[in-house]
């Protein structure tokens, strides 16, 4: 045997998958022969401590399944009973979800997104009566911590422990004894501190001040004294590593250092144990890290080799661990176009969680942003040979990638670890970042034909679509992006640049949404040309139809159509979907004979033709989310029982 040969765990993932026998003595092989490699030891030794290797999922269940919520800024009760999360679809309200009865109820009286504010962070009390939310006022814009009661049927009345308009305070974690909440705070300079809240007079102790990318979730260890959390390395990578700190003001020790990204998951219910989720062998995993008096003892242990990309919603008293799971199917695909005859081809999957592609203008690449555990890598993927480049980038996140006419860059709003939001440069070659206009949460950016201008939706005031020349800096309205009574969706240059089509989303009142979401009661597919001049009219839906104003619209080659997709039902409770061609001429728009039921709509649906109009690029599954619960995977809490 070659000493540096690699050992075959992927061989024993496939045979523990079909419930084959043969994984045991593979992992066996690993122990006994590859002594010197001790991650593969270490994802071995998990393996074989789980017993039936035929049950690759042992020990874990679904709790909630299907559901339109980011349960991720939630956490759920020491009982197990509840979840808390907030409703991000339809109201912002806080809302309690009861695991037994799969009922769910809100605890804030938003009736829809006009509400006079929304909840963002909640945690449970000891005794799962209370709940600690994060609420932002939006007039005067104000952010409040505030405590509910759970018991009763309808909405309770909250109890505000804090008000603020100069800074952010996020509840994460309750201390066991009721008295204190774990809290992040964020401040208007972009700065920002861990610290505790007294529940009962509101004070607010500060421990430690950090830059403006701050921890993702703190947790109180058991014995109330210490809180583990997470932080980044530096200001400019993804990496993530563990600290806990001493409530009383004590020291802070940095627990969980490794070149990987480290993300804390709790503590056991005992406080011996550190739980993390941590991406070092490959994938991502939990291990779990003996600790005692607020100092690691000894090295870190794994407990589960693959969770998958996961954020954790905390641990019950009897030490199950609940996490949110991104369930979606969602993915990239490829598939021939006849837009005369109005039909579709085989379509060909290319990519499992990828967003916003774009064709370059040779129609030979495809880019398109592709989510990763500790950030996001920029995906260039050659057509014609299936090469696939994955470019890693120092970016907390960029929005939808834009080729230049040469291929040689793309452009996209952005912002580094280590920088303000701005549009960047992206070089095709090497992936190398760089400041290329001003522009704060920019969507979308549009490159003129010659790559001599951009074009954005212009912030801070976001009233504006505009044109940016990049060689003199100069900024030139092309149309208003909001207005009295009506706000445009994204906007999509034409391939000559001679328009700019979006959708304009119209309500009856100025800023009033008179069917609870974003989409108003009319919408109409405006043509603007760039040059100036009045828009015209091409399409003009009302409800219960839509139009997906969010990325479900494409130009053909020719710039004499457009392809948007129609949408019938609620945000978030569709009931159909249909494309459209949509001549600029004042032809009739036409329904193409294509199945789109399964296409991504709204932003997801990003649908791009070829440049020679031969092929689409769209997305297409099932969003949905779920809550696992892991449970009986701590030995040292089994062995108790």
């Given at each position: 045997?070659?000493e540096?040969?690699?050992?075959?765990?992927g061989?024993?993932?496939?045979y523990?998958?079909?419930?084959?026998?043969?994984?045991?003595k593979?992992?066996e092989?690993?122990?006994?022969?590859y002594s010197?490699?001790?991650q593969a030891?270490a994802?071995a030794q998990a393996?074989?401590?789980?017993?039936?290797?035929?049950?690759?999922?042992?020990?874990?269940?679904?709790?909630?399944a299907?559901?339109n919520?980011?349960?991720?800024?939630?956490s759920v009760?020491?009982?197990?009973?509840?979840?808390s999360?907030?409703?991000?679809?339809?109201?912002?309200?806080?809302?309690l979800?009861?695991?037994s009865s799969?009922?769910?109820?809100?605890?804030?009286?938003n009736k829809d997104?006009?509400?006079?504010?929304?909840?963002v962070?909640?945690?449970?009390?000891p005794?799962g009566?209370?709940?600690a939310?994060?609420?932002?006022?939006?007039?005067?814009?104000?952010?409040?911590?505030?405590?509910?009661d759970?018991?009763?049927?309808?909405?309770?009345?909250?109890?505000?422990?804090?008000?603020?308009?100069e800074?952010r305070?996020?509840?994460?974690?309750?201390?066991?004894?009721?008295?204190w909440l774990?809290?992040s705070?964020?401040?208007k300079?972009?700065s920002?501190?861990?610290?505790?809240l007294?529940?009962?007079?509101?004070?607010?102790?500060?421990?430690k001040?950090?830059?403006?990318?701050g921890?993702?979730?703190?947790?109180f260890s058991?014995?109330?004294?210490?809180?583990?959390?997470?932080?980044?390395?530096?200001?400019?990578?993804?990496?993530?590593d563990?600290?806990?700190?001493a409530v009383?003001g004590?020291s802070e020790t940095?627990?969980?250092?490794?070149?990987?990204s480290?993300?804390?998951?709790?503590?056991?219910?005992d406080?011996s144990?550190?739980?993390?989720?941590s991406?070092?062998?490959?994938s991502?995993?939990?291990?779990?890290?003996?600790?005692?008096a607020?100092?690691?003892?000894?090295?870190p242990?794994?407990?589960k080799?693959?969770?998958?990309?996961?954020s954790?919603l905390?641990?019950?008293?009897?030490g199950a661990?609940?996490?949110?799971?991104d369930?979606?199917?969602l993915?990239?695909?490829?598939?021939?176009?006849?837009?005369?005859?109005?039909?579709l081809?085989?379509?060909?999957?290319?990519?499992?969680?990828?967003?916003?592609?774009d064709?370059?203008r040779?129609?030979?690449?495809l880019a398109y942003?592709?989510?990763?555990?500790?950030g996001?890598?920029?995906?260039?993927?050659?057509?014609?040979?299936g090469?696939l480049?994955e470019?890693p980038?120092?970016?907390?996140?960029?929005?939808e990638?834009r080729?230049?006419?040469?291929?040689?860059?793309?452009a996209?709003?952005?912002r580094?670890?280590?920088?303000k939001?701005?549009?960047y440069?992206?070089?095709?070659?090497?992936?190398e970042?760089?400041?290329?206009?001003?522009?704060r949460?920019?969507?979308?950016?549009?490159?003129s034909?010659?790559?001599?201008k951009?074009y954005?939706?212009y912030?801070?005031?976001?009233?504006?679509w505009?044109?940016?020349?990049?060689?003199?800096?100069?900024?030139?309205?092309?149309?208003?992006r909001?207005?009295e009574?009506?706000?445009?969706?994204?906007?999509?240059?034409?391939?000559?640049?001679?328009?700019?089509a979006?959708?304009?989303?119209?309500?009856t009142?100025?800023?009033?949404r008179?069917?609870?979401?974003?989409y108003?009661?009319?919408?109409t597919?405006l043509?603007?040309?760039?040059?100036?001049?009045?828009?015209?009219?091409?399409?003009r839906?009302?409800?219960p139809?839509r139009?997906?104003?969010?990325g479900?619209?494409s130009w053909t080659?020719d710039?004499q159509?457009?392809?948007?997709m129609?949408v019938?039902?609620k945000?978030?409770?569709e009931?159909?979907?249909?494309?459209?061609?949509?001549?600029?001429?004042g032809?009739t728009a036409r329904?193409?004979?294509i199945?789109v039921?399964a296409?991504?709509?709204g932003?997801?649906?990003?649908?791009?033709?070829?440049?020679?109009?031969?092929?689409?690029?769209?997305?297409?599954?099932?969003?949905s989310e779920a809550i696992?619960?892991?449970?009986?995977?701590?030995?040292?809490?089994?062995?108790?029982?």
């Amino acid at each position: 045997m070659e000493e540096h040969a690699e050992p075959d765990c992927g061989r024993a993932e496939c045979y523990t998958k079909l419930g084959d026998a043969e994984s045991r003595k593979i992992y066996e092989r690993v122990v006994k022969d590859y002594s010197n490699q001790k991650q593969a030891v270490a994802v071995a030794q998990a393996r074989l401590a789980e017993g039936d290797l035929t049950e690759s999922v042992k020990g874990d269940r679904v709790v909630w399944a299907g559901e339109n919520a980011l349960h991720v800024w939630g956490s759920v009760s020491r009982d197990g009973r509840y979840v808390s999360y907030t409703d991000w679809w339809y109201t912002g309200n806080l809302m309690l979800r009861d695991l037994s009865s799969g009922m769910s109820r809100p605890l804030t009286p938003n009736k829809d997104w006009e509400g006079e504010g929304s909840a963002v962070s909640s945690t449970f009390s000891p005794d799962g009566k209370p709940v600690a939310y994060a609420w932002t006022n939006y007039e005067p814009r104000q952010s409040e911590v505030r405590i509910v009661d759970i018991e009763g049927t309808g909405v309770p009345e909250p109890r505000t422990v804090l008000s603020s308009e100069e800074m952010r305070v996020l509840p994460f974690d309750w201390s066991s004894d009721g008295e204190w909440l774990a809290v992040s705070v964020g401040r208007k300079d972009n700065s920002g501190q861990i610290g505790v809240l007294k529940v009962s007079d509101g004070s607010l102790r500060l421990l430690k001040t950090f830059g403006w990318r701050g921890p993702d979730k703190l947790f109180f260890s058991p014995d109330g004294k210490y809180i583990a959390y997470d932080l980044p390395a530096n200001d400019a990578v993804a990496q993530r590593d563990v600290f806990v700190i001493a409530v009383d003001g004590g020291s802070e020790t940095k627990v969980v250092v490794d070149p990987a990204s480290d993300v804390i998951m709790g503590w056991s219910p005992d406080g011996s144990q550190l739980l993390f989720a941590s991406d070092r062998t490959g994938s991502n995993a939990l291990w779990a890290l003996s600790m005692a008096a607020g100092k690691p003892q000894g090295a870190p242990a794994l407990l589960k080799p693959d969770i998958g990309p996961v954020s954790s919603l905390g641990l019950t008293a009897s030490g199950a661990l609940h996490v949110f799971k991104d369930t979606s199917t969602l993915a990239l695909h490829i598939a021939p176009i006849d837009l005369e005859a109005g039909k579709l081809g085989t379509p060909i999957v290319k990519s499992y969680r990828a967003a916003r592609p774009d064709w370059s203008r040779d129609g030979k690449y495809l880019a398109y942003k592709k989510g990763d555990i500790g950030g996001f890598v920029l995906a260039i993927r050659n057509v014609e040979t299936g090469e696939l480049r994955e470019i890693p980038t120092a970016l907390n996140y960029f929005s939808e990638p834009r080729w230049s006419p040469d291929g040689r860059w793309l452009a996209a709003g952005a912002r580094p670890f280590k920088g303000k939001r701005a549009i960047y440069r992206f070089d095709a070659d090497t992936g190398e970042v760089s400041f290329l206009a001003p522009g704060r949460h920019v969507s979308r950016v549009e490159v003129s034909p010659d790559g001599e201008k951009i074009y954005y939706g212009y912030h801070p005031d976001n009233e504006s679509w505009v044109e940016y020349d990049l060689a003199s800096g100069e900024i030139r309205e092309v149309f208003p992006r909001n207005g009295e009574g009506f706000r445009m969706g994204r906007s999509e240059l034409s391939p000559d640049g001679r328009f700019a089509a979006a959708v304009s989303i119209d309500w009856t009142e100025k800023g009033k949404r008179p069917y609870g979401d974003s989409y108003g009661k009319y919408n109409t597919l405006l043509l603007f040309p760039v040059d100036g001049g009045e828009p015209r009219e091409l399409l003009r839906v009302a409800r219960p139809e839509r139009l997906a104003a969010w990325g479900s619209m494409s130009w053909t080659p020719d710039s004499q159509a457009l392809i948007v997709m129609k949408v019938f039902g609620k945000s978030g409770k569709e009931t159909g979907r249909e494309l459209w061609f949509v001549p600029i001429d004042g032809a009739t728009a036409r329904k193409l004979d294509i199945d789109v039921s399964a296409w991504g709509g709204g932003g997801s649906g990003n649908i791009r033709l070829h440049p020679d109009g031969s092929q689409i690029a769209f997305f297409a599954g099932n969003t949905s989310e779920a809550i696992w619960s892991r449970e009986n995977f701590l030995p040292a809490l089994s062995a108790k029982k």
